[in-house]
């Protein structure tokens, strides 16, 4: 029997630290945002050209010939490693006729031939081969014919791509966010999946969704006992980046304080040989204790978490990068999301995941000696890159896909969000404190579609 007391907890009062608040604003949040074509034609025109993309991971394109396409919109991108082994993209589109050079999400290829005439690109763009070269009159200028550039830079494992010659670099783009996910290193995780769902929902009513915690005690039930939404810590950053920092470990204090620790508890203390039976302290003392645990086992384990701070051994932190991109980190665990808009109808979109865990090295725990219980997880990360797999919001409906059961949760919900959004009966949301997040990002967006 554990002896665990409950105790009052103090509340903590939720702290909004706005770094930068947004040019303008609040704007009204009105549905016609998530519904008009128009304004998903203005997004394609002036907010997605004038800024940094998410395209994929860095390690797709590690050696030369790999490449990567970022379907956005009505654009294709590519994204290349050249023999020269540094980063290149380009617009996807071939320049003899206008078809799409790549079709494949991602792969290896010597040279990019276009499937129409068999036009030919280098990994660096240039156009090597046009078959019946002699046939054209005057000559193809291959110069003036290679595929068209566009902009790319790499953080942390991430290739982000931008159409705008004027934008600021990449790293400046994302502010202190770098300093935010690097510690992380997602490049040291390995890739477990990379899925992508088709819903029925704007792109943006996705991207609400990961900006607030006000839905979870009422859509995530498994969540609302584990976490105490309301005391995050949230960051409104310069260019509509945001940041949220929840603690882990902890139990919602608006409800009973339990007497034994909870189901994450009791398999974080187990992972470090203690049974969550045999625990004397105080449940709410959970979360200073697994901090403790992992900083003292971490590194006998094969875990290496000298980048990051104790609070970082146990709490969860997400970062929405303007204007698609979200990035769910914990020490051991990470997952890049983003939402792609369809090219014509407002009302469907793609929604990414890609889902990382971080394995412990095994050499190192051998070398002390140690066994320990392998994390559920652990047994979960493929020897090899897992594939990409497509599927749509019935199949997760239906059960015979998963993203999770909280992505799943949020998956049932969008489309009637998105539903209600088209009705007569709904003109502007109405927000609560907890969803400033949501505010400060259509504030950003409102910068870029002014009026
Ligand atoms: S359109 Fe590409 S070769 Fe003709
Ligand atoms: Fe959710």
New binding site residues.
């Given amino acids: 029997m554990s002896t665990i007391r409950p105790t009052a907890p103090p509340v903590s009062a939720r702290a909004t630290i706005v770094h930068d608040a947004a040019p303008s604003g609040p704007h009204p949040i009105t549905a016609a945002r998530y519904i008009d074509t128009d304004w998903l034609r203005r997004e394609f025109d002036e907010l997605f050209p004038r800024t940094w993309l998410f395209a994929g991971l860095e390690r797709d394109v590690a050696e030369p010939g790999e490449y990567l396409v970022l379907e956005i919109g009505d654009e294709s991108l590519l994204v290349s490693r050249t023999d020269d082994g540094e980063l290149a993209a380009f617009y996807n589109v071939?320049q003899?006729?206008?078809?799409r050079?790549m079709v494949n999400d991602r792969g290896w290829s010597r040279q990019f031939v276009?499937p129409?005439?068999?036009?030919t690109y280098e990994n660096d763009g240039r156009l090597s081969v046009v078959p019946d070269a002699d046939r054209f009159t005057p000559p193809v200028d291959c110069a003036a014919r290679s595929l068209r550039p566009i902009r790319v830079e790499a953080f942390s494992d991430m290739v982000f791509v931008c159409l705008d010659a004027d934008a600021p670099p990449l790293l400046e783009f994302l502010g202190p966010l770098v300093d935010a996910i690097a510690p992380y290193d997602l490049a040291g995780m390995t890739l477990t999946a990379d899925q992508t769902v088709q819903l029925d929902a704007n792109w943006k009513a996705v991207v609400d969704n990961f900006g607030e915690l006000y839905h979870v005690e009422h859509i995530h039930p498994q969540h609302a006992e584990v976490f105490d939404c309301p005391t995050a810590e949230i960051h409104l950053y310069d260019r509509g980046h945001t940041g949220l920092i929840i603690d882990g470990h902890v139990v919602n204090t608006r409800l009973d304080i339990p007497e034994d620790p909870n189901l994450y508890m009791t398999m974080a203390l187990q992972r470090y040989g203690i049974d969550a039976a045999d625990y004397t302290g105080r449940v709410l003392d959970i979360r200073l204790d697994v901090q403790r645990l992992r900083r003292e086992h971490g590194p006998r384990l094969g875990y290496d978490y000298a980048a990051l701070s104790d609070e970082r051994l146990t709490d969860i932190e997400q970062y929405n990068v303007f204007p698609n991109t979200i990035v769910t980190l914990q020490p051991d665990d990470a997952i890049i999301m983003r939402a792609r808009p369809h090219p014509t109808d407002p009302n469907k979109c793609w929604w990414d995941k890609l889902s990382f865990h971080r394995q412990p090295d095994p050499a190192v725990s051998e070398a002390a000696g140690v066994t320990f219980e392998p994390h559920p997880r652990d047994d979960r990360a493929p020897a090899e890159r897992p594939e990409h797999d497509g599927f749509t919001q019935d199949d997760i409906i239906e059960g015979r896909k998963s993203m999770t059961i909280t992505i799943d949760q949020d998956v049932h919900l969008i489309r009637d969000v998105q539903a209600g959004m088209r009705s007569r009966g709904f003109d502007t949301a109405r927000l609560c404190d907890d969803e400033v997040r949501v505010q400060h990002y259509h504030d950003w967006l409102c910068h870029h579609l002014p009026g």
Wanted: glycine share 18%; with cysteine; charged share 10%.
């Fill in positions: 071939c003899h006729r206008g078809a050079v276009c129409y005439h068999g036009w």
